[in-house]
């Protein structure tokens, strides 16, 4: 039997303790949904302060050289470069997870179209985050040149899916739903072996498992700044590109900010020739600004520790589910095996949806997915193993007390 | 002669001077570069902790209904479409400009693709802001089946430019340089009785002219809220579309927040039967709540008293310049006649570069594009007549001081 008090002395002895106390926590919430957005730092008010009165209320345009924002794109991308085993000058920091899908797609499909005219498939998989399955449904209609999408149904399928005719594979390394989490090193192989190029997306990953894009001899990734990252709501996202196709970095979305010189104001678009190939318009400098603050927390330790962390947190929540809510119909979903865990755990519950607004009503805050998924994220620098304890309790008088079942819930039509 | 005393008395009689207390300006500064990067509202520094210490902080994920994050973009849309002639429900603010354009350009090929697919003709002008044509040029690159981009060298020659094989017409409302501004419901007319759709960058136009897009019975719209609407550095952008195109609404950036069900997590993309058709990834919440501030400014007046004095203020700047700076190689290449004109005037000087520079170091900030243009931004809801007499002083101290003769300017390869 595991007891709160064992939960307690784990808080204790745990090295990562006093990275919590960085974090702005609202009183009252066990907030387990940091996997679809992260906490606020707490030197981000100060930041945003800093960035509105001085950098634009005083410095105005000549922030633009004095207050390093014509860099900040890189300087963020180079900060967050060890979270993904990337060297300096391969990322950066722009848009949204949706357009730099869009971009490091239409590189890869360029490349192969150069090499390999026949190759006319971007696969990816079926349960893929649906905004990943819009953008590529948006590039291959665009295309329009017998370009298609096709999807595979999970991992297992992978190996024959890949073929001579596949250009591109996407995938998330972490799964949005179950947290299942890919071996990239044998699907990058896999994926090279047949001749396409492998796109990843980070989304449910960056800053919550380690990652060795280099090492793992990934060609693309894109991710996610505002999840386990920390970087406030919709903060711009990273792209990073092996520095191996360097000399073939183009893509469609053009704009000023990726020009050689752009400052030349010429009529015709030169790229530049490195990473910021990939930039296009201009960034929301505030919200952009906000990404070190969380960054910067995880540059205090380094991602084995946050993975021993997350794992010990996520068994725990496992094993405190089996014992405390062994009677009640929820099916794990998420892989039992480390190697292909994330660091969220789902649940299936055939009342999921009206169990999870239970639960928020009880100061629980985790989220739904379709179908019947209770999922609740597991953030390292700020829950502790006590968290995790109440968590479970909660879940247990929700799902005792069919807490699910209230009238209110059933005129929303949550209750099946 | 015009006198400083004349120019204050203006100022005493201003009908918008009260406005100016609303914007934090720096200290000893004439700022004319709010046509690049506005000032600073007041009020933006407390709506940016609150959106970060209780939106972010405290509400966390609640935030996306609790504080109406779902609709921030429409929300916007409609508090500034009255500056642009356009109904509620009829613009976003999302993204970029340079994305926006990307957006509304292909969908305005896809509308010609389906019923004049001869039309293959992206229609430009030569001296456009540059981003734009990068996009295009990165649009006609993707689409590949033999669409071109078709570049005119000014307003003069756009009448015999536009024929039966063009597409789209897209034209900078304003331009960048020489603060030309087009009498958009004759061009309109014109692209329209030869089949063509008419696309709108509003960059230099919004906030600084009156603009009836409906009345003008423009296609597509886009344009920048952080210059002359003060919402922030990179503050994401606006986009306009004609509610006449509303069921042909369909572009390549088929993000989740452009989903007509994003929450359904279905794999396939269906578009918003709306404006949120345009919306693609999840946006950079703080910078784009302060766009609210700046707009809030301009709704405290109306566009009809904001044309008045800009016109006012430009017509003293050009006529202190011709008394003031009567000797000097000066040329105006802003129109004399008000029917042609924006809100920021440019001069040709042989070293105009250096000039600029120059009067940056006595605290006038202007800037300079190529070829030897140094141009003044005019934002009449913080500068005043005064102001003008103050920059045109300076200006005068300039060029007969020889201030841009310094052996630093040389260094930097500055003077010519």
């Known amino acids: 039997m595991i007891t709160l008090e064992q939960c307690r002395a784990r808080d204790q002895a745990d090295e990562l303790a006093s990275l919590r106390q960085q974090f702005d926590l609202p009183e009252g919430t066990l907030y387990l949904d940091g996997n679809s957005l992260g906490a606020m730092p707490k030197d981000a008010l100060a930041r945003a302060q ?91 209609g665009i295309l329009d040149q017998g370009y298609t999408l096709q999807l595979v149904d999970g991992p297992d399928d992978l190996g024959a899916a890949v073929t001579e005719r596949t250009a591109v594979v996407v995938l998330s390394h972490v799964n949005y739903r179950t947290g299942y989490l890919y071996d990239m090193k044998t699907v990058d192989a896999l994926v090279h072996a047949q001749g396409a190029l492998a796109v990843w997306d980070l989304c449910h990953s960056i800053g919550a498992v380690p990652i060795d894009l280099k090492d793992a001899d990934a060609d693309f990734a894109v991710g996610c700044t505002y999840k386990y990252l920390n970087g406030g709501p919709g903060a711009p996202a990273m792209l990073w590109a092996h520095p191996r ?50 960054v910067g927390i995880f540059l205090q330790t380094d991602m084995e520790k946050v993975r021993r962390k997350s794992l010990a947190l996520t068994d725990l929540f496992i094993q405190l589910v089996a014992q405390e809510c062994a009677g009640q119909d929820l099916t794990l979903v998420t892989p039992l095996d480390h190697k292909y865990r994330g660091s969220h755990v789902s649940f299936r519950h055939p009342q999921g949806y009206a169990a999870v607004q239970a639960l928020i009503a009880r100061g629980v805050i985790g989220d739904y997915r379709e179908p019947e998924i209770m999922r609740f994220g597991i953030t390292p620098l700020y829950l502790r193993f006590a968290d995790i304890w109440d968590a479970v309790q909660h879940l247990k008088a929700v799902l005792e007390g069919r807490e699910w079942d209230r009238a209110e819930y059933r005129e929303r039509g949550l209750v099946t």
């Open 50 to 140: 800093d960035v509105i009165r001085r950098e634009w209320g005083v410095d105005l345009i000549n922030s633009w050289n004095k207050n390093n924002w014509w860099v900040l794109p890189t300087r963020l991308g180079d900060l967050l470069a060890p979270l993904v085993g990337a060297d300096a000058g391969e990322a950066i920091v722009t848009d949204t997870t949706s357009l730099n899908l869009f971009k490091v797609v239409a590189n890869a499909v360029d490349i192969q179209r150069r090499g390999h005219p026949e190759r006319k498939i971007i696969l990816a998989e079926r349960d893929a985050f649906p905004t990943d399955l819009y953008m590529l449904q948006g590039l291959a």
């Open 245 to 294: 196709h360097r000399a073939d970095f183009r893509q469609p979305l053009s704009g000023w900010w990726g020009h050689a010189r752009p400052f030349d104001m010429a009529t015709d678009y030169v790229p530049d020739p490195g990473i910021r190939s990939f930039l296009c318009g201009t960034q929301p400098i505030v919200s952009m600004s906000l990404v070190a603050c969380g």
